[in-house]
């Protein structure tokens, strides 16, 4: 047990045995172990996704926390970096790619486009945040954000995993996790748990005019 951790019960080790005997509990090994083998999706989506491979590359060199792994099929990685603007074209690949990761499993949003559409974000091409599809655990700032950034983020992730605990972690209840419905890219990109309000708006919408609530006038 750690002193710094006024929660957990103390155990006092006979002298003999200290030095040789380390008592800690399930949880905290468990997540040292996970969180030093972080194993990202080996996919970029734009400019951002240069950044990404040079900190994979020999001068930051993210296979120092355990990263180095990056895989490219979902069912072999356990962090999705989104790096990258993220358009409505690639929407219902990239939430696939997530459904079929096995869990526990994070996403990190890399860059402004990813956490919130940049540049792009007026675009009507470019969805405005991959938080609108997926549970983004690590928002990294900048445009784009510097392979440091991009380790500061993985470090964050790293932390956070540390504080789970399989009581609480949704992965290890009893109930099975639903995967994410999968958005329809038709001329325009419809999310389907959105399907009550764009039926609620169309209904609106095919009301004759002098039935629909009036504007409010701002004269
Ligand atoms: S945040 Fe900037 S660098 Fe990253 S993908 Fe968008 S435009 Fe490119």
């Given amino acids: ?21 380390t008592v800690t509990t399930l949880d905290r090994i468990y997540n040292w172990s996970r969180s030093n083998s972080i194993w990202p999706m080996m ?15 020999s001068r930051y060199d993210f296979s120092r926390f355990g990263m180095e ?31 079929q990761m096995s869990e526990p499993k994070y996403v990190l949003a890399m860059g402004a486009c990813a956490s ?29 954000p510097t392979p440091q950034a991009l380790l ?7 932390r ?11 992965w290890y209840s009893e109930k099975t996790s639903t995967p994410i419905p999968v958005p329809i890219l038709g001329p325009d990109l419809i ?4 399907y009550d309000l764009i039926h609620q708006q169309n209904e609106l919408a ?4 002098e039935t629909q609530p009036e504007e409010e006038s701002h004269e």
């Fill in 160 to 170: 956070k995993m540390q504080q789970e605990t399989m009581k609480k972690s949704p």
């Fill in 43 to 57: 996919f970029g989506l734009a400019c951002c996704a240069i950044e990404m491979i040079a900190t994979a590359s």
């Fill in 191 to 194: 999310d389907p748990r959105q």
């Fill in 69 to 99: 792994v990056m895989r490219a099929s979902p069912r072999q990685a356990d962090v999705m970096i989104v790096s990258g603007t993220v358009t409505k074209k690639m929407v219902p690949q990239i939430v696939r790619l997530y459904n």
């Fill in 116 to 144: 919130g559409g940049g540049p792009f974000k007026e675009g009507y091409t470019v969805v405005p945040g991959i938080d609108r599809f997926l549970p983004v655990d690590v928002y990294i700032p900048g445009c784009p």
């Fill in 1 to 21: 047990m750690t002193q710094s951790d006024p929660s957990s019960p103390r155990y006092d080790i006979p002298p003999e045995l200290q030095g040789q005997v």
């Fill in 206 to 209: 095919s009301q004759p005019a």
């Fill in 152 to 158: 500061h983020g993985l470090m964050t992730l790293q």
